[in-house]
């Protein structure tokens, strides 16, 4: 078979699976990724198109590049849901569907056909996933948000910046495009579990608490740089990260270092001459450097300041110190990397408009998952021969009643040690009388080995492990995770606490032909490996795809890298600030008015949203398992990330050189649209008037204008219109930041909130929990951690299901601390064996004692 474009169909996970995607200007990415992986996806649109057809950036005959970006891979129809006619097609659509994503507003959903039991009604085992700015409950569940205010409210914003400046809004791609990772994350594991019970589910989506779970949770596992320090660390004003990835000034632009290992400190130290003055060994401790570096950097920035950044570049590499040129995303498009890797290919926006387009964000088998055809012309298809027509064969078509172990590989369910597994209460299905089941764990009894490492590898194997899968921490002493480095010298810490909960540990030295061993021997029994280690690493152990393959043929093996595993980088050290550096992110998040303002070091994008793209990419060949049989890989490069979710920006770039740049507080477009300062010290809300693409905005800007008392404005034609109001936005910001000036943060977000106005207030991260919206959906929830002080509050679910339980909260594990365990119970090995591996260094054991952090 092929696609629309000639382009050969390979087996791709999700074919069979129908969805109807009526997400309209929030997670639109959510769809085109669930298409990329083989699902037919039907975009649903009104008469006239869709709101996000007139969302720019735009081609010059209009076409919106946002939209087409977004909708590569689906189909499309026509279906006007304000119609009694049109609400009963979509009901017949809807009896032929999987999954149904929509983003109406909880007053729209009844007028639209989209209340969910009604939905359910027709066919019971449909995903409704329901996306909201807030969520369907809570007292923020009725306003209206954007990017700009998701990140305010989510706390990402109080850390963006530098030292003695406003907060920095980041680039206005990133809130959407990570929540839209995580929706389609929650889709498939509602789907999944759908699966084995029959039953469809209603997710209640929040964009606000997938951005503040997301893009640089303040609750989540953080970058091995920041040596385990806790959110109670961070300065009530923007804390100056900038020594954490130094970018200095090379002869012709920017360049960024990471210097976190120890080998990786002494590359650095024979670069530089090897300086007496840090000569002594406790300078192979990160902590250490960092406290020198006002001497250490000046130093580096004199070895960088007459070489070009192509030289430095290579000659890092020559000295094993990880380092990246600040580069722009445009350039990248034609790089020798990404031209090898196939990462762009060109797709017609508009007839004879075409732009490169990243080809999806993983690959399967070798293969990538990506443009198979552009996006739908308005109405391409004909919705009423579409109800008819019966989904393709595949793990979409029927809802049959599977055991709780359809997933796995066939061993018995083996919750994991420290997981806090419920009881049986936790699995339990509807009784023959009918009674509704409780919420379960779809993944129990699957096995997960995971290896891997700091921010990414940490997260795809929690979001396994929070749903009840048996995840298996492989770690070594002689290696360690990056992650379980902190400044008390403790073997745990909050961040590591928070990315590997849920989680077993087993000490296991794969570079011994016995460890080897019985890493297969493990793998034989499990279904998932995940690494995220320089490409080859596992090769080069024996524990590639080949070999675990021929002990489990079902295994999926996952692999996570900096720069993807083909190509000519792809040997480079890679870490998430380098990775930045070179897709262009790093200059689009600065102040525009200062060269060197480069504002990125506190975040830890896009480690945790990778984690996402890959663990629905598991979780989809997982499923295809279940029709085939037959396993696979997945592969992903986090650069290859920033470029999908940059798309529209990278399009525009293309047909407009120069257009895309760092754009700071002043949003473009319409007015207001920023950051104002409030009263108080450093008190900030976000005021954004064309944040809600599908609704009222000029009725959103009078109603503005009554509230910071400027009523003529409803009569001056200047503000008629959003281009009228983006070129005198001078005047209008004046006026809304002099009423600002007299409100809290709070008071001014409710304010506009009551209007209907789209605003929000800049919350740190020690704020979250009191905040009334996010304690009322539980974005936070205690974790049980013995070293840590209680209570160790940590993130809830990616969303509220019906039928799948909340994430467990079980404690992470100490270093080796279940080696014991697993070698009697998964190897089969005698207590004395055991202590004989241990003796060999082939097993770890774990210490006696260990300091309390």
């Known amino acids: 078979m092929t696609g629309r474009d000639g382009r050969p169909d390979v087996d791709l996970p999700l074919a069979g699976v129908r969805v109807l995607d009526l997400a309209d200007g929030r997670c639109e990415s959510t769809g085109r990724y669930l298409a990329d992986l083989g699902a037919e996806v039907l975009r649903i649109e009104p008469p006239g198109g869709a709101a996000a057809r007139r969302v720019g950036p735009f081609a010059e005959d209009g076409t919106s590049l946002s939209f087409a970006v977004h909708s590569i891979n689906k189909r499309g129809a026509v279906v006007d849901l304000t119609t009694a006619a049109g609400r009963e097609l979509l009901g017949t659509l809807a009896a032929t569907a999987d999954i149904l994503l929509h983003t109406a507003r909880p007053d729209q959903q009844a007028a639209l056909g989209l209340v969910p039991e009604g939905l359910l009604a027709v066919r019971p085992g449909l995903v409704v996933v329901s996306i909201t700015d807030f969520g369907l409950t809570g007292p923020y569940r009725d306003w209206t948000g954007s990017a700009d205010v998701h990140v305010a409210i989510g706390g990402l914003l109080s850390r963006s910046g530098l030292p003695g400046l406003p907060p920095l809004l980041p680039p206005a791609f990133l809130a959407d495009e990570c929540a839209a990772a995580q929706a389609a994350w929650a889709a498939l594991v509602a789907y999944a579990n759908r699966l084995d019970t029959g039953r469809g589910d209603v997710v209640d989506f929040s964009v606000l608490e997938a951005v503040a779970q997301v893009l640089d949770p303040g609750y989540g596992i953080s970058g091995s740089a920041r040596a385990g320090a806790t959110v109670r660390d961070l300065p009530r004003g923007r804390p100056d990260a900038r020594h954490l990835y130094p970018i200095f000034p090379a002869a012709d632009g920017w360049v960024r270092i990471c210097l976190l290992a120890a080998r990786q400190w002494q590359g650095m130290f024979r670069w530089l001459g090897e300086p007496a003055q840090f000569a002594a060994a406790k300078y192979d401790n990160i902590v250490a450097r960092f406290a020198a570096a006002g001497e250490l950097y000046p130093l580096i920035g004199k070895l960088f300041a007459e070489r070009t950044m192509e030289t430095i570049v290579a000659e890092a590499i020559g000295f094993g110190v990880p380092a990246a040129a600040l580069l722009d995303a445009a350039s990248m498009v034609a790089g020798e990397h990404f031209r090898a890797r196939g990462t762009f290919v060109p797709v017609e926006v508009a007839p004879g408009v075409t732009v490169p387009v990243a080809d999806g964000l993983v690959e399967l088998d070798g293969v990538r998952a990506g443009r198979r055809h552009g996006p739908p012309p308005l109405g391409e298809c004909d919705p009423t021969v579409l109800a008819t027509a019966a989904p393709t064969p595949g793990p979409g078509t029927g809802i049959p009643r599977l055991d709780t172990n359809s997933l796995g590989g066939g061993h018995a369910p083996a919750p994991g040690w420290g997981t806090g597994v419920s009881g049986p209460d936790a699995e339990r299905v509807d009784d023959p009388a009918g009674q509704v089941a409780a919420p379960r764990h779809p993944f129990t009894g699957l096995r997960v080995l995971d290896l891997g490492v700091i921010v990414v590898g940490a997260e795809l194997g929690r979001l396994f492990a929070d749903h009840g899968a048996e995840v298996i921490k492989v770690e070594n002493r002689a290696f360690p995770d990056g992650s379980r480095q902190n400044r008390s010298g403790a073997q745990i810490s909050e961040s590591f606490a928070w990315g590997h909960r849920n989680k077993s540990s087993l000490g296991l030295n794969l570079r011994d032909p016995r460890g080897r061993e019985l890493f297969l021997r493990l793998a034989a029994s499990a279904d998932v490996v995940l690494s995220n280690f320089k490409p080859g690493t596992m090769e080069s152990l ?245 070293q840590l002080p209680a209570p160790l509050l940590t993130l809830g679910g990616e969303a509220h299901y019906r039928g799948v339980a909340d994430p467990l909260t079980g404690p992470a594990p100490l270093v080796a601390e279940h080696t014991r365990l697993l070698a009697e119970r998964l190897l089969g090995r005698s207590p004395a064996e055991v202590d004989e591996l241990v003796a060999a260094g082939v097993l770890e054991a774990p210490r006696t004692t260990a300091p309390v952090a």
């Not at 689009?588 to 629905?616: E, K, M, N, Q």
């Not at 809300?685 to 509230?707: E, M, Q, T, W």
Request: glycine residues 12%; aromatic residues 6%; contains cysteine.
């Open 542 to 786: 024996g524990l590639g795809h080949a070999e675990l393959a021929r002990v489990n043929p079902g295994i999926i093996v996952a692999d996570s890298s900096a720069f993807g595993s083909t190509g000519p980088w792809s040997r480079r050290l890679g870490y998430g600030p380098l990775v930045r550096a070179t897709a262009g992110l790093s200059k689009l998040w600065r102040y525009p008015d200062l060269p060197d303002g480069f504002c990125d070091a506190i975040t830890i994008y896009p480690d945790h949203v990778a984690g996402r793209v890959s663990a629905v990419a598991v979780l989809a060949l997982l499923l295809r398992r279940r029709r085939t049989g037959r396993g696979g890989t997945v592969s992903a490069a986090q650069i290859e990330t920033i470029f999908y979710q940059m798309g529209a920006g990278l399009a525009e770039e293309y047909l407009r050189p120069g257009s895309v740049r760092a754009e700071g507080n002043d949003r473009r477009g319409d007015a207001p649209r920023g950051l104002f300062a409030c009263a108080g010290d450093d008190e900030w809300c976000v005021v954004d008037i064309g944040g809600d693409v599908s609704g009222d905005i000029d009725g959103a800007f009078g109603r503005l204008a009554d509230v910071v008392g400027e009523p003529r404005w409803r009569d001056d034609p200047r503000f008629a219109t959003a281009a009228g109001r983006d070129a005198h936005r001078a005047e209008i910001n004046a006026a809304v930041g002099r009423w600002t000036a007299t409100c809290t943060p709070a008071q001014a977000a409710r304010r506009l909130q009551e209007h209907g106005v789209p605003a929000g207030q800049m919350l740190r991260v020690h704020e979250l929990p009191a905040d009334p919206q996010l304690a009322a959906r539980r974005l936070l929830v205690e974790q049980d951690q013995p």
